[in-house]
């Protein structure tokens, strides 16, 4: 690993890692003041504007760090346009809300009341505009930056609802809480993006829009499942049982993600160098060496978890969720499998083959709602989360196959830990000192 992508996966790493034990903390004062009934249901109206955007965002802002890292297009020319295009983004889909809540919300979102439902709509710009910042910082390699703004959102956040804690802790207040937190964070984000960029081009480039959607309907509809194959289950749930099943759920799967920081942080940096990496021998050694690393890492972590996961729940939620601890072992075995997809499916997207992410995820999540639909009624949570998992090996499995094609390595160099790795950690370590 060379120098660079080591320090800035490290830093990507250590905010990650400290963004996730914010939110768990988030998560487990909620559960601990509000009862699995009220996890459930803050779950479900916080779900719903992501739900609406996920169908609706086109993935303009992810297009921004591959148009940046390829240089056809300068950073200020693509932060103006992006901020034009969310604007109608934005405005489109509140509407869609607005509908959805009169029209259906009994029967989407039953037990849930409309009064939450429309304030978690203001979520939607504050939520996309914060997220083009993160994304142009990332594109132009701004990684220390990136960082701070991500650190800094859930830090206020965590302050709000440790506030909150002792006094006027509602429903209601969280969500106020955590449009506070975006809000109060996006706008340091647009003063340091603009002075990054030198400004933003007011003019709308018709080529700009034509090749950032192209690209970014690929990634969207990757988007679009990979959503779905995360939340749908919280979705289905509610449905067949009801918010007290969401909850138990949810808080176990909240937990369960919190290891996917490592992937993540990695990723993040993979995608950024595969999108602007010239040297193809350097491209077919490289993320094989991340991929087999963060898949020993995940195993280690995943295997202690799942035999302290009894403790570990009633620990961060209480005894009253005992009930999340199947779930949350089941869900560990999965977080193996979706930790070396996120490096392999970064991989494939940066080198411009997004669409092929696209094909394994949408056959995943029909792989995920058949088998939720089938279990959630028999099993409940438990046969929901053996739904996710099962669905996470299959996408596992298909991409390892087609990075294989793309790449040219052999299955064992991509999964497999290898004695030549420990000099690499040895280099690795020696880099971060410099």
């Not at 320090?7 to 905010?15: A, C, D």
């Not at 604007?87 to 607005?98: A, D, E």
């Amino acid at each position: 690993m060379t120098g660079v992508f080591a320090k800035n996966t490290l830093i990507t790493f250590i905010t990650r890692l400290t963004t996730a034990i914010f939110n768990i903390g988030i998560i487990i004062i909620i559960a601990r003041v509000l009862g699995p009934e009220g996890q459930g249901l803050y779950s479900l109206i916080i779900l719903f504007p992501s739900l609406l955007l996920i169908f609706t965002s086109f993935g303009i802002n992810h297009a921004s760090v591959f148009f940046i890292g390829k240089g056809k297009y300068s950073p200020k020319e693509i932060f103006g346009n992006s901020i034009i295009l969310n604007t109608i983004i934005s405005v489109f889909t509140i509407l869609i809300g607005v509908i959805i809540i009169f029209l259906f919300s009994e029967k989407f979102f039953p037990g849930v009341e409309r009064k939450y439902l429309f304030l978690s709509l203001s979520l939607i710009p504050i939520v996309l505009y914060f997220d083009l910042g993160l994304h142009i910082l990332l594109g132009m390699q701004k990684i220390k930056k990136y960082n701070i703004i991500s650190f800094l959102q859930s830090g206020i956040f965590l302050v709000l609802v440790g506030i909150l804690f002792f006094q006027w802790f509602t429903i209601g207040s969280v969500i106020f809480a955590q449009i506070f937190s975006i809000l109060s964070a996006g706008i340091i984000l647009f003063f340091i993006v603009k002075k990054e960029v030198g400004g933003f081009s007011s003019t709308f480039n018709k080529n700009y829009f034509k090749e950032s959607f192209l690209y970014g309907i690929k990634v969207h509809l990757g988007g679009i499942f990979s959503f779905l194959h995360y939340r749908i289950d919280i979705f289905l749930l509610n449905i067949f049982i009801n918010p007290l099943a969401v909850g138990f759920y949810y808080a176990a799967a909240k937990l369960a993600e919190g290891i996917w920081v490592f992937s993540t942080s990695a990723a993040t940096m993979l995608f950024a160098r595969v999108s602007s990496e010239k040297d193809e021998k350097s491209l077919k050694e490289f993320t094989p060496i991340v991929c087999r690393s963060i898949l020993l890492i995940t195993l280690l972590i995943v295997v202690s978890l799942f035999f302290l996961s009894d403790w570990i729940i009633t620990l961060f939620y209480s005894k009253d969720f005992l009930d999340s601890v199947r779930p949350f072992q089941i869900l560990l075995i999965g977080t193996f499998a979706i930790s070396g997809w996120r490096i392999l499916s970064n991989d494939i997207a940066g080198r411009g083959k997004p669409l092929l992410n696209t094909y394994v995820i949408g056959a995943s999540v029909i792989i995920n709602i058949i088998l939720n639909i089938l279990w959630i009624p028999k099993y409940g949570i438990t046969g929901a989360a053996w739904a996710t998992a099962i669905s996470y090996f299959s996408m596992l499995i298909s991409t390892l196959f087609i990075y294989r094609k793309i790449s040219g390595n052999k299955l064992k160099d991509i999964i497999f830990f290898q004695k030549s790795d420990f000099n690499i950690y040895k280099s690795f370590l020696l880099n971060l000192k410099k």
